[in-house]
Each structure stands twice: as structure tokens, then as C-alpha cells.
């Protein structure tokens, strides 16, 4: 390598020497928060962070889809946090909750979202009313200006001298709507809230929300287990395949869609025209004239052409029609204008095998016979 060769790798070694320098003097490594989807059981499990939670706090948590007396075995402490529909309870499923709230369990549940008059099972046991009433509580949320606010659309109704019988009964008092309020019952207590939002995930995220949450569910989480019981609501098939399925859908609609239009029958009458009779002589005679002629039979066809152009000569030109040989050609030739070697042709053709020359043999006696 020449001293040139030498001086370039040398000034590209330097500069990037010089930017490694550079990049480990400025590079700052910093540590940064960024949110992604839910994947997992979050995605489905609402009540998955209220798990978490719980779970930190030394609580034993149990969470399930659907409500299984029969496979929680609920124990005299525990406590069950219903957040799916009370109306799916039978009246049965009802009765046997009840029965463990006597002896000791604690109760946690929602109330029927657009139930009005309709609560289920549960909600009439414990002498109840749905009623719709939007109400919205804040409170002061720590490391925030701004106070946490959340809203429930729905509340209870209670029947005349039961209010005193509450331990903690939040709502409207001149209206008799309450969102949120916690009996006791035997040795345990049940507690109705308009919605069990606050307790979800995303919810919780959100400033002063934990805190409310835990003051809600504090006097019920003792000593026992919790059990977490969320409603895992799937929709149709219809609307994950529009909501999810679009991408695909579209391009196949459009292709149906120009299939259908390719396949149609375009706009007009609802039946065809019919077809007006006709007698089509001049194509039988040209088909039955093409089979002859490709059957060999080309000099029968001319010989036909020939004794009708004979005939209209007889009756029409006697004196041509005496004559033979040249001087038939030359009178004929005379009396038509075309050379004679066209009307010798056609008056004593060669070749008729030929389609060419069978043409204009033909086609030459049929303008004599015209003009004879």
C-alpha cells in the first residue's frame, strides 16, 4: 500500500474515532415509562389489577369468569366481590349467598345496569329498587390539583324507616337515590354501588382511584380470602368480524360486489326480441353451392351457370347465340366491353378446381347473362 492508501485509512480511522468519542460523551442513558396494551389475563380479566393489588397487600386472591358456589367454597371470612350482572343469579344462587353472608361472609356487589324495576333475585331479597340517577362524587387525590371524580349511573332505593339500618349509606337523601351503601346481615355485611368501575384496571391507573377503592373495600377485607368474580362478556361473532375483521371484509365485499356485476344481465327488456321470421334461400343456396364445390363437384355448379347464360342468349340474342368459338367470344367481347380473354375464360374455363378461377368464370357469366 502507497503512502496515499496509508493517509486515507488513517483520516477515516480519525474521524471515526472521533465520533465514537463524541457519541460516549453526549450518550445519556435515561429511563422512560411507556404504556402498552393490555395483554394476558389483563386483557380480558377487568379485576386484573385489582388482583395485583391485593396481592401486594399479603391478601389471597382468587379471580373467575362466572360465579361457582360450589367450586370457590366460600369460607366464613371471605370476601366476594361480585362485579358481573346480578340479574344472571337464579334465585337459588341467591338464597345460598345470602345464607354465607349470615354466617360471616362479606358481600360485594354492582348494581344492573338498565334494570330499572327488573334487579333479579338478589336485589328483591334485600329489598331493593333500581332506579337511574346519575350521580358523581369527587375527593382529593394525592400529587394531583385537580380532585378525582367518578360517576355512577345508577342507584338504589330504599323503603321507608331502612336507612337507619345502614352502616354507611352515601347518595341523595332529599330524593331517597343512593350509590353506594354497605348493611350488615348476620355476622357479615353486603355492600351495592352503582357500578364497581373504580375497581378496574384502567380505572385504577388513574389518580386518587386506589385510594377510593381501598376505602371502600377495607371494612370487607379481613382475614379471609377475596374472590374476584368479573363478567366475561364476549361479543357476538358478527361484531368482532366488523370491529376486527374489516380489513378483510372490505376487499372481499368489493370483489362479491364486481362479481355480481360481471355475472348479471345488464339493464334492458325482461325478455329478448324475437326473432323476425325470414326465409333465408340466399344461405342455403351459398352452403349447398360450398358443399358442392368442396366435394369436387365444381364443373356440375358451372355447367348450370352455363345453360342458364345459354337460354337468355337463345331468347334474348339469337343471332349471338348462332354463332361458335372465336367469333362468340368476339360478339360477346363486342357487346359487354370486357376483353375477350375474360369472356373466353368464362366460356371455356380451365382450372375450375381453383376457387379463384371458378370465381371469375362464374362471376363473368352472370354479368353477360346481365347485360345480354
Known amino acids: 500500500m502507497n503512502r496515499r492508501g496509508l493517509f486515507i485509512a488513517f483520516a477515516v480511522l480519525a474521524v471515526l474515532g472521533l465520533l465514537a468519542v463524541w457519541w460516549m460523551h453526549t450518550f445519556e442513558r435515561v429511563e422512560q415509562d411507556v404504556s402498552v396494551p393490555l395483554h394476558g389475563e389483563a386483557r380480558y380479566n377487568p379485576l386484573y389489577g385489582l388482583k395485583k393489588a391485593l396481592q401486594a397487600h399479603g391478601v389471597e386472591v382468587d379471580s373467575r369468569a362466572n360465579l361457582n358456589l360450589r367450586a370457590m367454597d366460600l369460607g366464613e371470612e371471605d370476601t366476594l366481590v361480585l362485579a358481573a350482572d346480578v ?76 336507612r337507619k339500618q345502614f352502616g354507611l349509606l352515601l347518595g341523595d337523601k332529599d330524593k331517597g337515590d343512593y350509590y353506594l351503601g354497605r348493611h350488615p346481615r348476620g355476622d357479615g355485611d353486603w355492600t351495592a354501588a352503582g357500578n364497581l368501575d373504580f375497581l ?42 366488523v370491529r376486527y375483521g374489516w380489513p378483510a371484509l372490505l376487499p372481499a365485499l368489493f370483489a362479491l ?40 363437384r365444381a364443373a356440375t355448379l358451372y355447367a348450370a351457370v352455363r345453360r342458364a347464360f345459354d337460354e337468355r342468349l337463345r331468347r334474348d340474342a339469337p343471332a349471338i347465340a348462332a354463332l361458335d368459338g372465336d367469333a362468340l367470344v368476339e360478339a360477346l367481347a363486342a357487346r359487354s366491353g370486357q376483353p375477350q380473354s375474360v369472356v373466353r375464360h368464362a366460356l371455356i374455363p380451365f382450372n375450375l378446381a381453383e376457387r379463384e378461377q371458378f370465381f371469375v368464370a362464374i362471376k363473368t357469366l352472370t354479368e353477360l347473362r346481365v347485360r345480354s
Request: with cysteine; proline share 5%; net charge negative.
Open 257 to 296: 360486489l364486481a362479481w355480481l356485476w360481471a355475472r348479471s344481465q345488464r339493464f334492458g327488456p325482461l325478455l329478448p326480441v324475437a326473432a323476425a321470421h325470414r326465409r333465408a334461400l340466399r344461405e342455403h343456396i351459398q352452403a349447398a353451392g360450398e358443399f358442392t364445390f368442396r366435394r369436387g
Open 87 to 162: 340479574r344472571t343469579l337464579s334465585a337459588a344462587q341467591a338464597e345460598e349467598l345470602l345464607d354465607w353472608v349470615d354466617e360471616g361472609g362479606h358481600l360485594v356487589f354492582s348494581l344492573p345496569q338498565g334494570s330499572e324495576g327488573r334487579g333479579g333475585d338478589l336485589i328483591e331479597s334485600l329489598h331493593l329498587s333500581v332506579a337511574s340517577h346519575r350521580t358523581c362524587v369527587s375527593w382529593p387525590a394525592e400529587g394531583k390539583a385537580d380532585n378525582a371524580e367518578h360517576c355512577f349511573g345508577y342507584a338504589f332505593k330504599l323503603k321507608a324507616g331502612e
Open 200 to 241: 378496574y384496571t384502567e380505572e385504577l391507573k388513574r389518580p386518587g382511584y386506589a385510594e377510593f377503592a381501598w376505602q371502600v373495600l377495607a371494612p370487607a377485607v379481613q382475614s379471609g380470602k377475596v374472590h374476584l368474580v368479573y363478567a366475561a362478556d364476549v361479543p357476538p361473532l358478527h361484531v368482532l368480524l
